[in-house]
């Protein structure tokens, strides 16, 4: 047999696998977590310690919060760079308005300020019609610096009990703030999938004038996915403050960064109209793990940083690249 022969059948099958790698993110996200996995657990005898992943799942919560709020935005081509800021600002709110309402008046308080300030981007985005980069931009300035004014610059600490059983209570061996991670991410899949939402939301993001031609209300569910943004914000700043009981005017700084990073590892197209919500939280473990190796490693936090950046980059790469051995193209 010749060798033309014994290769001809290895060619199909190398592009049925970098096909199926392609289109399939979640196939391509679990390939991506256990091999980050085994390389940590290779460099680090503490990695696959029970206390260091149950650590890695309770550090997972806040920047998966985050991180599903900007999915929505970027499926439709946007962006929010607020996202950090807002966590900051809104954990501040939630700190002042604890004492006078009390824990549901301040997680309400605190959810509303973060919806407030997702409506406010995209109203401005939306119906002004200025770039998502800029106008989430003044808003991340807008709400760091209403956090030190509100606080005085000044830590608030002395936070009920009750907020810090979010994270220290557990559920069948799990922290209950990961459930509520996992409930939150399970009802935003069943949203994007089987909702006239969701779809539009796709739509928005392929196309967009032909979202409006067919009708569908463009307008209305581009609002929408930056409401959701700034109001998962404030869920991120109420965990945030469960895990520590403190909250301070500088929490959240470079979470935009993290979510952004766990989006586009997910396989979401910065572009807009390709996206997965569990690829998305994938994205999150992958970044989590990465974070978590470099602390268990000693690496300093000023070179973590370059990491992050360098992978942010690579998965763009990466994406781009894919995208090219998608069918159709």
Not at 26 to 44: F, K, T, W
Not at 141 to 168: E, H, K, M, T, V
Not at 203 to 224: D, H
Request: proline share 3%.
């Amino acid at each position: 047999m010749s060798l033309s022969q014994t290769g001809t059948p290895d060619a199909p099958r190398r592009r049925s696998l970098l096909r199926l790698l392609a289109t399939e993110i979640e196939l391509r996200m679990l390939l991506l977590i256990v091999l980050v996995m085994a390389v940590l657990s290779l460099i680090s005898p503490y990695f696959l310690t029970v206390n260091n992943l149950l650590n890695v799942l309770d550090q997972s919560v806040v920047v998966g919060m985050v991180a599903l709020g900007q999915t929505l935005v970027i499926l439709i081509g946007g962006i929010d760079l607020s996202v950090g800021s807002l966590a900051g600002a809104t954990g501040i709110i939630l700190g002042l308005a604890l004492p006078k309402l009390g824990l549901a008046g301040g997680i309400a308080a605190c959810l509303a300020a973060g919806a407030l300030a997702g409506l406010v981007n995209g109203a401005i985005i939306t119906f002004g019609r200025v770039a998502p980069f800029v106008v989430t931009l003044g808003m991340m300035s807008i709400a760091r610096s209403l956090a030190y004014i509100f606080s005085g610059a000044n830590s608030i600490s002395d936070l009920p009990a009750a907020l810090g059983a979010l994270s220290s209570d557990t559920l069948a061996g799990k922290p209950v703030d990961f459930w509520c991670l996992l409930v939150a991410y399970a009802v935003c899949w069943w949203f994007l999938a089987y909702t006239k939402g969701g779809r539009t939301l796709y739509a928005v993001g392929s196309n967009a004038e032909a979202a409006r031609v067919a009708g569908l209300g463009i307008a209305t569910w581009s609002v929408f996915a930056y409401v959701v943004s700034g109001a998962m914000s404030a869920v991120a700043a109420i965990f945030l403050a469960s895990r520590i009981l403190s909250i301070d005017p500088i929490g959240g700084q470079g979470l935009e960064l993290d979510a952004i990073a766990a989006v586009v590892i997910g396989g979401a197209s910065l572009f807009g109209g390709r996206g997965s919500i569990i690829g998305t939280l994938c994205g999150v473990f992958v970044m989590v793990f990465i974070r978590n190796g470099l602390n268990l490693l000693n690496v300093s936090p000023y070179w973590q940083g370059t990491a992050i950046g360098s992978i942010i980059i690579a998965a763009v790469l990466a994406e781009r690249l894919l995208s090219r051995a998608r069918p159709g193209r």
